[in-house]
């Protein structure tokens, strides 16, 4: 009896303490995600403690707080000052982004006005100036490419596009002109779009609405409490992740510069949500041929064929109006490639190539 009643004694000292620490560690997370079923809401029969924070996404998480403090110590390595040093004393011009790890950077033009390359340094965390040794200007944006001997960098990845949610919280990193790193708090205030209007086939024309935040500086990154980049503020609004993206990979593609397409034509977008009652197609109506160089060299969607009017309704089989970044299916083509244009003219559909030349 004495024995059996020890080994019980024992199971039940084990139980309990395998009931504790699973209290311990899981409790509070299980009881938020049982609070969020419908059998447990509707008889009340248990409630999430706080300081548990269950997201839109039905995400449960112990404490906001907590993640703001992970994607601060995850990301702080990824982010530098852009420091002019030409003035004697350090001057802090902006921050900047590691995009690779053998050190490419992104940063804003906005960073660089009126600052001398052999004067502009990128201050690490550890304190460290880095010279600069490249700069690569993207001529239909504000991005700037920085290019440095900095090896061995902790790098930003791209968030993906519906990943970057309205109302989603952001963390605005920069860097003081010693590395030490800093950051500002703000929303997402709606997502990346292409709203209706006329633009130049030229220009990435996407934009990524954010909360205005008081003290902020261009260059800085845009992070995602999953440690991802959303984008970059450029001293004005903020570039999407998808267009910083673009410009690298046209600069790992094209030799070190940015070789973004040139087609030679403005347009108004019309979204599906326009085209109401069959009398107007949706896509990108053509409002102007644009020459790049003087006024007797056609454009190449001139020589192709495409006229003042004319409604593209695909760009290489893609449906322009059901993109959500329609822009896009143009600033994302290839140099010197032909790219079929289904068009709508005078009611009747037809298939031109247009073959666009470096911007």
Known sequence: MKLIGSRTFLLVLCAAIVAFVFNLFLGDRLAAHFATWSVAKKYHLVEPRAPLVINTREEVRVNEANDLVAVINKSKGKVVAVVDMGLGAPALRGAATALSADGLFVTSKLSLEGVKQDSLVLVSGDGRAHKVTKIVFDGATNIALLKTDITGLSV???????????????????????????FLASFISSGESLSAGAWSSELPSHSLPMQAVSGSVPGQGVFMLSGELAGMWDGNSVVPASVIAEAVGSYLSSGGVIARPYFGFAYTYIPASFATNGSQTAGFLVTKLINKTAPTTNSPAAVAGLVVGDIIRKVAGQDVASSPTPDILLTGASVNKSISFEIVRNGKSLVINITPIQQ
Not at 164 to 177: D, K, Q, W, Y
């Open 156 to 182: 930003a990845s791209f968030a993906k596009r519906e990943d970057v949610l309205p109302a989603e919280r952001v963390m605005l990193l920069g860097s003081t002109t010693n590395g030490n790193p800093y």
